[in-house]
Structure formats: structure tokens, C-alpha cells
């Protein structure tokens, strides 16, 4: 799956969801909430962008990507929820709710599109 197309599910899957959460959610927890998912969108769109760049390098450097992606990533996102509660003031618990809830969603869904992208090149080798 190409770059622009994973995004544009991605930005999707945000949209469809917080539109239809929108209206339930407190006033105050709304904002929280599209922080989480958009720091939670941002996150997965840099996961599946190294991937894709990595992919067809040698091991060590797939994995150097992948890992040390995966530690700066982990660094940007921990500022970016200081942030947002201590600059911003967002209330913790919706952040953190949206966060993970989306975080947990995109992970699955970026594991099921890479492994059916691994398995039919997989096919396509033998």
C-alpha cells in the first residue's frame, strides 16, 4: 500500500470516529481527544513512512531504521504529551484515552497492512 493511501485511511479512520464521538464527548474533552488522535495519526504515518523507506535496504540498516525511528518517535511523542497537558493545559485522562485507544488501533492496522504487503512479495518471489 502506497504512502498517500495509507494516510488518506488513517485521516479517514480519525474523521469517521471523532465525528462520531464528537457530539458525546464533554466540551472540554474534545480538544484532548483530537490531540491524542492526531499525535496517535502523526505516530503511525512516521512508522509506515520508515518502513516503506527502509524496506529495501540491507538488515542492519532496515532495523536501524526501524528501531531508531522507533526511539525518537517515542521521545517526540512523550514532549508532545507534556506538552499539551503542561503547556496547553489539555485534560490528562481524554489525552491519554486517545492516545492509546487510537495508538493501539493504527498499530494493528499497520502490522496487517505490512504483513500482507510482506506476504505477497513473498508470493510474488515464488
Known amino acids: 500500500m ?6 488518506a485511511l488513517v ?6 470516529s471523532l465525528g462520531g464521538l464528537w457530539t458525546v464527548l464533554p466540551d472540554q474533552s474534545r ?9 496517535a495519526a502523526v505516530n503511525t504515518l512516521a512508522a509506515y513512512g520508515l518502513v516503506l523507506w527502509a524496506a529495501g535496504r540491507s538488515t542492519n540498516a532496515f532495523l536501524g531504521v526501524v528501531l531508531g525511528g ?9 514532549a ?5 497537558v503542561l503547556g496547553f493545559g489539555l485534560p490528562k485522562v481524554p489525552l491519554a484515552v486517545s492516545l492509546l485507544a487510537y495508538f493501539v488501533l493504527f498499530l494493528v492496522f499497520e502490522l ?3 504483513q500482507r504487503r ?6 510474488r518471489r515464488s
Open 2 to 7: 502506497s504512502f498517500g493511501r495509507y494516510a
Open 11 to 16: 485521516f479517514t479512520v480519525v474523521a469517521v
Open 31 to 39: 480538544t484532548a481527544a483530537l490531540a491524542g488522535a492526531a499525535l
Open 70 to 78: 522507533m526511539v525518537g518517535r517515542m521521545g517526540v511523542m512523550l
Open 80 to 84: 508532545a504529551v507534556v506538552a499539551a
Open 112 to 114: 496487517t497492512v505490512l
Open 118 to 123: 510482506t506476504s505477497g512479495a513473498e508470493a
